[in-house]
Every structure is written in structure tokens, then in C-alpha cells.
């Protein structure tokens, strides 16, 4: 069974930082691109940042650049997601997928959009306090 695991949202002020993990499950990690998305309430889905598992290339939207930094541990198949200086405009659902294509899409600079993904996890919710 395929799992995508979110874990250490919760309630920051703004400024601070949070560190989301996803813990994957059920298929090869390596094979995967894993990205995060997130959605406000209210608003679209939108991808924050994605890393290869397999070359650790990486993408940032450019919201995020410079903030936040995306990693894997190959050996416990978990993507992290550190976020620094969160902003107010950051309180969202926070989601992690995995992207079957990502690593051709990495290669032209791309990161995939929401329905290009294969696996989803169930989202954890983070919010940025003014």
C-alpha cells in the first residue's frame, strides 16, 4: 500500500521556523520525485518545492526561494521541508506528493503541476501567526 505520511506542522509566529517531514511508503523511493504543494483557504493549490531522489536536484517556487529548503533521507524514505522567516501569507494545508515523471521535468527547470502527481498525502496544517 502506497503512504505518504506529513508530520510537524502546527503554530508558528511570524518569522520562525517549521521543519515538515514525509515519510514514504509502498513503492521505490528512488523512482520518485517528491514535491510539496500547499493550499490557503480559499485559493488554488500551488507547488512551494520539489526535490529527485535519485540526483537531489531541487525547485523552489519562486515565493519561497531563500526561505525554505527541501532534502531526502534516501535511507528512512523521507523528503523534508525546512521553512525559515515564514510569513503570514504561508498558513496553508501543506501536502507532500510524489511524481513518477519529476526527474525529466527537473531537468528543463520545471517543477510538475498538482494533477501530474501520482500519490498524496493527507496534508498538515500549518499557520503563521502575525
Known amino acids: 500500500e502506497v503512504q505518504l505520511v506529513e508530520s510537524g506542522g502546527g503554530l508558528v509566529q511570524a518569522g520562525g521556523s517549521l521543519r515538515l517531514a514525509c515519510a514514504a511508503s509502498g513503492f521505490t523511493f528512488d523512482d520518485y520525485t517528491i514535491g510539496w504543494f500547499r493550499q490557503a483557504p480559499g485559493k488554488e493549490r500551488e507547488g512551494v518545492s520539489c526535490i529527485s531522489t535519485s540526483d537531489g536536484s531541487t525547485y523552489y517556487a519562486d515565493s519561497v526561494k531563500g526561505r525554505f529548503t527541501i532534502s531526502s533521507d534516501n535511507a528512512k524514505n523521507t523528503v523534508y521541508l525546512q521553512m525559515n522567516s515564514l510569513k503570514t501569507e504561508g498558513t496553508a494545508v501543506y501536502y507532500c506528493?510524489?511524481?513518477?515523471?519529476?526527474?525529466?521535468?527537473?531537468?528543463?527547470?520545471?517543477?510538475?503541476?498538482?494533477?501530474?502527481?501520482?500519490?498524496w498525502g493527507q496534508g498538515t496544517q500549518v499557520t503563521v501567526s502575525s
Open positions: 506528493a510524489a511524481d513518477s515523471y519529476g526527474g525529466v521535468r527537473l531537468r528543463v527547470g520545471v517543477m510538475g503541476l498538482d494533477y501530474e502527481y501520482d500519490y
